[in-house]
């Protein structure tokens, strides 16, 4: 099973950037397509962003298309998020994930990590 790893989370003012990263321990993560969800306080997981393992196709939940990039490093076996233009909205917990198949449905997904908080202060 791949275990997951996120960091990069903090407090930060609106309109800021972050970059989370999540690194896998092991070597299928070259075969994995990874996924990054977010979860608020009282709200359900969403969806956030994937990429595929291969040719590295992304998808982007609707609303956070423009400010949000994910990006991978299949070397270091490191999946990316880039955050711009942050919002309080966007606080949350958010976790990355690994799946065999691409996908917005975190039902897909079978290995996930411990999450890492993202605070934005208006």
């Known amino acids: 099973q791949v275990q997951l790893v996120e960091s990069g989370g903090g407090l930060v003012q609106a309109g800021d950037s972050l970059r989370l990263s999540c690194a896998a321990s092991?070597?299928?993560?070259?075969?994995?397509?990874m996924g990054w969800f977010r979860q608020a306080p009282g709200k359900e997981r969403e969806f956030v962003s994937s990429i595929t393992w291969n040719i590295g196709l992304t998808d982007y939940a609707d609303s956070l298309k423009g400010r949000f990039t994910i990006s991978r490093d299949n070397a270091k076996n490191t999946v990316y998020l880039q955050m711009n233009s942050l919002k309080p909205e966007d606080t949350a917990v958010y976790y990355c994930?690994?799946?065999?198949?691409?996908?917005?449905?975190?039902?897909?997904?079978?290995?996930w990590g411990q999450g890492t908080q993202v605070t934005v202060s208006s």
């Open positions: 092991e070597r299928t993560f070259r075969n994995k397509n």
């Open positions: 994930a690994s799946s065999p198949r691409v996908s917005r449905f975190r039902s897909v997904y079978d290995s």
